[in-house]
């Protein structure tokens, strides 16, 4: 009975490295992915702008007053530390 708990055990610990072998393939896509993404708002606010001057201008302050009443309003403990 012991000899079975200790091969599940192996087996066990090769499935969690396994899992930590593809936590860096995990983070490098994901990071890939806010780098697309950051990339197509970059584009598509320039494409506004280059098509209606007055709309790209409007959003841009309404994200504006968004960012400064996110950033007035939380916490000083939920703020992300800056180095």
Aim: net charge negative; proline share 5%; with cysteine.
């Amino acid at each position: 009975m012991e000899c079975l708990l200790q091969y599940l055990d192996d087996i066990d610990d090769l499935i969690g490295a396994i899992g930590l072998s593809y936590e860096g393939l995990r983070r490098l896509v994901l990071a890939f992915a806010a780098l697309a993404v950051s990339l197509a708002s970059v584009a598509s606010g320039v494409v506004l702008a280059l098509a209606h001057p007055p709309i790209a201008l409007a959003t841009c302050i309404l994200l504006f007053v968004a960012l400064l009443y996110r950033s007035i309003t939380t916490s000083p403990r939920a703020r992300p530390h800056s180095i």
